[in-house]
């Protein structure tokens, strides 16, 4: 008989409470660093929530599936992962609080912990279900006026009052990789988007882009000072020349991308070869014939590519050595076991396709490059090329980029830093608001998410702002330190007593409540050091809202649609005080985004009530893409 | 927090003193649970997936598993909260390997890392004939001054003699010491 356990909410909450610790060390702005060390003596500091969690040994399901949604979201965000955990863990108190005071709140129960799991379920799909219906407006309402939209169009400009996403990228890399290269990575990383924008398109097309790309777009150099890291025109191609290179050129080169083998592959184990000739298998054929048969169609091939031009060949695949010997013969330089994602950046930049079927060359598999010649990038020798024309085709310059660091784990640091700042800016790009509504004066009672559902009846209402719409604003930031948490407490415990007097039931208390009270424990541990910032935070933040309510929306201007050309949007900018730029800036979108991924992970979580114990280990898909995405990286650094 | 909190507090009244009490301990004593555990897990211990069944019962074998309501620090502040509190910090550790090295592992792209923090790597654990030979003697020793130690508590409350209370609580801190020292020889 399998083994089962009953899990109770006090083990829940106990498990996410011992990940919140690890993370309450490095969290905020005074917190600390993590030391790794390596059986090989190398050392790194990190502070990344994403690393530290997954580098922790847990064999606790439910520790696993808290760690595999903070890695899902941070993969997709590229930030909020210490947050992550420390929201979870404040909802999961307040919940077991709640659900050990009343437990047979909804229905009565057998035992005291089977009623507490069920209120304490009940209580998390109710605050999904609010979160997913409700919150935008809220934010929309009550937080992002308090905002402003950031303009993503001209990367390399400052405005006025450095109203730019230069802001956002300093305080993004600020809080990965500290004061001292904050700003020197934000230049580099404008210079980068700048040089790969296209022209009269959206900046969002580049970022996704870049972020698709970016393993391949850039190269990590250790043993070399940080500010060594730069951009250099073309690809780079992680591996060096498998044929000796030919003196540059100064005409065009012509290259061509081979996906499989030029010289067919020789009988591997249990393959079956007849060789015939005509309708009758021949005996007197052997495997010489055959394999001699093969070299000849490898120089038949590297004729054609000859007579074509060409003098650079690109293979994914290893080669044998009679394709070395007969590329080496022929003048041509030859790339093997060429990663897919360069290919695919490749055939992207140049236009061609790669040829799968080498009897088969067309004039639309050659690539007209610039130069094609050896780089050494620290102790590696690597392929530096450039596109003819790609300028004018594709209307960018393409560009590498180069990051340097003393140790190869600080390098992979930093690489991971700007991989997440695209991560970010995409989601700070996507709108709060998804559609456009017009919220009438008075809204019916089923949009008040109490927990004594049963009790609300037709006449009950809650007050809402009359004749406001939600706009579709993209690019909306914030002053960091806290102010989205103090907002937002606030507009959802407005919200949660409207409710709560308009049911008229003194025992309800709306879920809004409890998201309300959770969200406080953000800038609690963000000023934990001194607790008077953390009220003098929360005044200044509370004295920006006005004391009527109709005040906002008469301030609060309409937009048609997204930003335009590189406006302001028009996000009211009366109240926002110069000083809150200090504290650095943070997405809106993120912010929200990580809200409602706390909210389905806590619903995942008290959804378990069992785990049933197996002899062999069971692998689900996000776990073996969490071990492929570390091992993968291992696979770069030992290349 | 709330501004609107006026109309709140004629709803809300304030726990009692006894209550306060109980909450204060229950959240500092859920506290330091999760502050050694987190100590724990960045020391490279695995967070194993079964519960303590009973606090302070420290279960040894192959993996060396462990409760973390185990230590005497914990001990003593579990003994001094109310009986319904001491429930058990239902989270057992296992220490994956033995290792000398400080500090937490990097989870660094290598083949011999996995997805964890062992600073040691894949030292391999003593080996289990060690532990079945040792583990009766040290449970028959930890028996012997138990005994000892609830005989002199025994003595000192009916003792009128100074030295003799003296030398009751010298023993009494000896036993004390020699049963901290068996139960890390047991870990």
New interface residues.
């Given amino acids: 008989m399998v083994p089962v356990?009953q899990l109770?909410l006090?083990?829940v909450?106990?498990?996410v409470?011992?990940?919140?610790?690890?993370v309450l060390?490095s969290f905020g702005p005074e917190g600390g660093q993590?030391?790794?060390?390596?059986?090989?003596g190398?050392?790194?500091l990190s502070r990344n929530g994403k690393?530290i969690l997954?580098?922790?040994?847990?064999?606790?399901?439910l520790?696993r599936m808290v760690v595999r949604c903070v890695w899902k979201h941070s993969t997709i965000t590229g930030d909020g992962s210490k947050t992550f955990v420390l929201l979870l863990a404040s909802l999961l108190r307040i919940i077991h609080a709640t659900a050990t005071k009343e437990p047979h709140m909804f229905q009565p129960h057998n035992s005291t912990e089977a009623a507490e799991a069920a209120t304490a379920r009940h209580l998390a799909d109710r605050l999904l279900e609010f979160a997913l219906t409700e919150l935008d407006e809220l934010i929309v309402l009550n937080v992002l006026p308090h905002g402003f939209c950031v303009s993503l169009d001209n990367f390399t400009a400052e405005t006025q009052h450095n109203l730019s996403c230069q802001t956002l990228l300093v305080s993004f890399f600020r809080t990965r990789l500290g004061y001292a290269y904050c700003d020197f990575f934000r230049n580099l990383f404008c210079e980068l988007l700048s040089h790969w924008k296209v022209k009269d398109d959206r900046p969002s097309f580049s970022i996704q882009f870049l972020n698709n790309s970016f393993p391949a777009l850039h190269t990590q150099v250790s043993g070399v000072p940080v500010s060594c890291s730069r951009l250099i025109e073309g690809q780079v191609i992680h591996r060096d020349f498998a044929t000796p290179c030919p003196q540059v050129r100064k005409q065009p080169l012509k290259a061509v991308v081979f996906n499989g083998y030029l010289q067919p592959k020789l009988l591997a184990t249990q393959d079956v070869l007849e060789l015939r000739c005509g309708d009758k298998v021949t005996e007197d054929r052997g495997i010489v014939h055959f394999s001699s048969w093969t070299e000849r169609s490898v120089e038949s091939i590297i004729a054609t590519l000859q007579s074509f031009g060409v003098s650079v060949l690109l293979c994914a695949l290893k080669q044998s050595s009679a394709v070395l010997a007969a590329a080496t013969q022929a003048g041509m330089c030859l790339v093997e076991c060429v990663s897919d994602e360069e290919i695919s950046l490749f055939t992207q930049l140049s236009g061609v396709t790669p040829i799968s079927d080498c009897w088969r060359i067309h004039p639309e598999h050659i690539a007209t490059l610039t130069f094609c010649k050896p780089l050494l990038l620290g102790a590696h020798r690597n392929v530096h090329l450039d596109f003819h024309d790609c300028e004018e085709r594709l209307k960018v310059k393409p560009c590498s980029l180069v990051i340097c660091a003393p140790s190869?784990?600080q390098a992979?640091q930093h690489a991971c830093a700007f991989q997440d700042a695209f991560r970010m800016l995409l989601t700070a790009l996507e709108p709060v608001c998804k559609t456009q509504t017009a919220l009438e004066e008075t809204i019916p009672s089923k949009k008040c998410t109490s927990l004594h559902a049963d009790n609300i009846s037709d006449e009950t209402a809650c007050r809402v702002h009359p004749h406001q719409k939600c706009v579709t604003e993209t690019g909306c930031v914030i002053s960091a330190g806290g102010t989205f948490e103090f907002l937002l407490?606030?507009a959802l415990?407005?919200y949660g007593?409207s409710c709560s007097v308009s049911v008229n039931t003194?025992a309800v208390v709306p879920v809004s409540q409890l998201l309300a009270k959770a969200l406080?424990s953000v800038p609690r541990q963000i000023y934990s050091h001194n607790l008077k910032h953390f009220l003098q935070a929360?005044t200044r933040v509370?004295a920006l809202i006005p004391k009527q309510p109709h005040a906002l929306c008469a301030n609060f201007i309409h937009t048609e649609g997204p930003l335009g050309d590189g406006k302001l949007s028009s996000c009211k900018k009366g109240n926002i005080s110069l000083k809150f730029l200090d504290l650095g800036l943070e997405s809106v979108s993120c912010k929200y985004q990580l809200v409602l991924a706390v909210l389905q992970c806590l619903t995942n979580l008290l959804q378990t009530n069992m785990?049933l114990?197996t002899h062999t280990v069971l692998h689900t898909k996000s776990h073996d893409s969490?071990?492929a995405h570390?091992?993968s990286?291992?696979?770069?650094?030992?290349d | 927090?709330?501004?609107?909190g006026d109309?709140e507090d004629f709803?809300w009244e304030p726990p009692t003193e006894a209550e306060m009490k109980v909450i204060q301990a229950r959240r500092e004593r859920?506290?330091k649970?999760?502050?050694l555990?987190?100590d724990y897990?960045?020391k490279?211990?695995?967070?194993?997936?079964?519960?303590c069944e009973a606090c302070g019962v420290s279960r040894t074998g192959p993996d060396f598993k462990s409760c973390v309501m185990r230590g005497d620090w914990i001990w003593n502040v579990s003994s001094d909260i109310s009986p319904a509190l001491t429930?058990s910090?239902?989270?057992s550790f296992s220490r994956?390997s033995v290792s000398s090295?400080?500090?937490?592992?990097?989870?660094?792209?290598?083949?011999?890392?996995c997805?964890?923090?062992?600073?040691?790597?894949r030292a391999l654990l003593p080996p289990p004939v060690v532990a079945s030979t040792l583990q009766p003697a040290l449970e028959e020793a930890e028996e012997a001054v138990l005994t000892k130690l609830r005989w002199a508590t025994t003595q000192l409350q009916s003792s009128a003699s100074l030295e003799a209370s003296i030398q009751l609580c010298s023993l009494i801190g000896s036993c004390a010491n020699s049963l901290r020292s068996l139960r890390e020889l047991s870990q």
């Fill in positions: 356990e109770h006090s083990h909450l106990q498990t409470s011992a990940l919140e610790s690890i060390r993590v030391l790794f060390t390596r059986d090989t190398q050392v790194m690393r997954t580098a922790l040994h847990l064999d606790h399901p520790a190869e784990a992979d407490h606030h415990h407005q007593h003194s406080l929360q509370m785990v114990r969490l071990n570390l091992e990286s291992e696979d770069e650094d030992e | 927090m709330a501004l609107n109309e709803e859920q506290d649970i999760s502050k555990m987190g897990l960045l490279g211990y695995k967070m194993l997936g079964d519960c429930s910090a239902k989270i994956s090295q400080a500090g937490v592992s990097v989870p660094q792209p290598r083949p011999e890392h997805e964890g923090a062992a600073a040691g790597g």
